[in-house]
């Protein structure tokens, strides 16, 4: 059983920047895989960037719409990862979510498992 909460959304103005964090609570020895996602009102839910909880490894990807701006990054110590969110854009108001799932890292909404209750980021022009 994995529980994650989200924290560190907010309003700012475009070109702005936010970051928001994940505490997980993970109650397994399994390696786990935590990602960001996002959902815009009318859209589907959609990927941002993934990586594993533990070790030091990069990135597994990051959207296209966010490569150079968002930056996932870790506290093991915490148990927290983090999204830097920089050159903020109107287009990137969404609720963010974090979620996780057990041994490999995925892209797709239908692969990850535990899910926060998201923190909502809005970006106005």
């Known amino acids: 059983q994995v529980h994650l909460v989200e924290s560190g959304g907010g309003s700012v103005q475009a070109g702005g920047s936010l970051r928001l964090s994940c505490a997980v609570s993970?109650?397994?020895?399994?390696?786990?895989?935590v990602g960001w996602f996002r959902q815009a009102p009318g859209k589907e839910r959609e990927g941002v960037t993934s990586?594993?909880?533990?070790?030091?490894?990069?990135?597994?990807y990051y959207a296209d719409s966010v490569k150079g701006r968002f930056t996932i990054s870790r506290d093991n110590a915490k148990n927290t990862v983090y999204l830097q969110m920089t050159s903020l854009k109107p287009e990137d108001t969404a609720m963010y979510y974090c979620?996780?799932?057990?041994?490999?890292?995925?892209?797709?909404?239908?692969?990850?498992?535990?899910w926060g209750q998201g923190t909502q980021v809005t970006v106005s022009s």
């Open positions: 979620a996780a799932r057990p041994l490999f890292c995925a892209r797709a909404v239908s692969d990850f498992r535990y």
């Open positions: 993970a109650n397994t020895t399994r390696r786990t895989c």
């Open positions: 990586h594993y909880l533990d070790g030091d490894g990069d990135a597994i």
